[in-house]
């Protein structure tokens, strides 16, 4: 597998990646997270052109998809029930998502991320039990909980970070 910056060009497959990872999560309990739009091409195209927005090549394939910047999460400020692991400087990881043929493409994904950062935070909703279940298999420690900005919900708060030498 390697990783990429999404192109322009790679934005119609994106669409459909999000399409399964929907549809995959209200299949599972979590109709609600990202409902039946988001994200957004809108959002997709702001991720592209901001550099953010990075592809998994699997077999020649664009086998998943993920946000990954280094600038920083707003929502992150304020964490409740619990506090971060640390605060270093840190990577986040949004909209991770998964082709119907990218199997294990999600964990290579965060490890790719842990790899270049060092230290990543990442938050997923509630009835999210696939995501969490991932997070921890790959040993990602729950820390509390996160308000989504303008009183859109919560989500649960997870971070990883490289051990120090």
Request: proline share 4%; with cysteine.
């Amino acid at each position: 597998m390697e990783i990429r910056h999404t192109q322009r060009s790679d934005l119609p497959l994106l669409l459909e990646i999000f399409a399964h990872a929907r549809r995959f999560m209200a299949e599972n309990g979590n109709p609600n997270q990202w409902g039946d739009h988001t994200p957004t091409q809108q959002t997709l195209e702001e991720d592209i052109a901001a550099g953010h927005s990075y592809v998994c090549i699997q077999d020649g394939r664009i086998a998943a998809t993920f946000f990954l910047s280094t600038a920083g999460e707003p929502t992150y400020r304020v964490i409740r029930e619990g506090a971060w692991l640390d605060d270093a400087p840190y990577g986040v990881v949004h909209r991770i998502a998964a082709a119907e043929q990218g199997h294990g493409a999600a964990a290579y994904c965060l490890e790719w991320c842990l790899e270049r950062c060092g230290n990543i935070r990442i938050d997923t909703h509630r009835d999210n039990k696939p995501m969490q279940r991932l997070l921890q298999r790959l040993g990602y420690t729950y820390c509390g909980r996160i308000d989504l900005e303008n009183g859109r919900g919560e989500r649960l708060a997870f971070q990883k970070r490289l051990k120090k030498a």
